[in-house]
T-cell receptor
Framework: DAGVIQSPRHEVTEMGQEVTLRCKPI?????LFWYRQTMMRGLELLIY????????DSGMPEDRFSAKMPNASFSTLKIQPSEPRDSAVYFC???????????FGPGTRLTVT | DQQVKQNSPSLSVQEGRISILNCDYT??????FLWYKKYPAEGPTFLIS?????DKNEDGRFTVFLNKSAKHLSLHIVPSQPGDSAVYFC???????????????FGQGTILTVHP
């Protein structure tokens, strides 16, 4: 299995631009999670899905952030408009319905100038 | 409110010695605990876990101890190797139901450096 796939690995954009991060979970996993890692706040959960349905989006910082999961093999995290304080590493993770372990992708490093 | 805390930002150990990484939690509803290892420019990778019904779980050089009364867990690495140098995160899970189901709460991480 290829593991969780994220694209792009690096994104540099200007303030005000729209940013879309993509994630392909491990096949057969029912849960998908979006995290953000910063020096100040560590690893924080933004939103998670179960069977493509958003369960908890309380970690989404504000309305500029949105996430979708149109099918079991694809999810997007969108920031519109982006701001410099959104600069961070964004991770996607997935898990199955049995174990508690989550499996992380390599992350997308976002820089907003 | 930080429910999972790793109070040591960093730890330095000599190769061959024991590394002990600590983690404290405040939520008594947590019933499963995990350790993740993270190398630079990579995602966290699962290392070892323990259920709250146990007090010890061992996997090769890695052992996790759980003290429920103290709400404390620790990860022991024996013997430590230079390749173990990474950031280690502890995480906790509560699957009692509702929106907490499936979630992990992470600590801030401890940077482990193993010197040759």
């Amino acid at each position: 299995d290829a593991g969780v796939i994220q694209s792009p690995r690096h994104e540099v954009t200007e303030m005000g631009q729209e940013v879309t991060l993509r994630c392909k979970p491990i096949s057969g996993h029912d849960y998908l999670f979006w995290y953000r890692q910063t020096m100040m706040r560590g690893l924080e959960l933004l939103i998670y899905f179960n069977n493509n349905v958003p369960i908890d989006d309380s970690g989404m910082p504000e309305d500029r952030f949105s996430a979708k999961m149109p099918n079991a093999s694809f999810s997007t995290l969108k920031i519109q408009p982006s701001e410099p304080r959104d600069s961070a590493v964004y991770f996607c993770a997935s898990r199955d319905n049995v174990g508690r372990e989550q499996y992380f992708g390599p992350g997308t490093r976002l820089t907003v100038t | 409110d930080q429910q999972v805390k790793q109070n040591s930002p960093s730890l330095s150990v000599q190769e061959g010695r024991i590394s002990i990484l600590n983690c404290d939690y405040t939520n008594s509803m947590f019933d499963y605990f995990l350790w993740y290892k993270k190398y630079p420019a990579e995602g966290p990778t699962f290392l070892i876990s323990i259920s709250s019904i146990k007090d010890k779980n061992e996997d090769g050089r890695f052992t996790v101890f759980l003290n429920k009364s103290a709400k404390h867990l620790s990860l022991h690495i024996v013997p430590s190797q230079p390749g173990d140098s990474a950031v280690y995160f502890c995480a906790a899970s509560n699957e009692a139901g509702g929106t907490s189901y499936g979630k992990l709460t992470f600590g801030q991480g401890t940077i482990l450096t193993v010197h040759p």
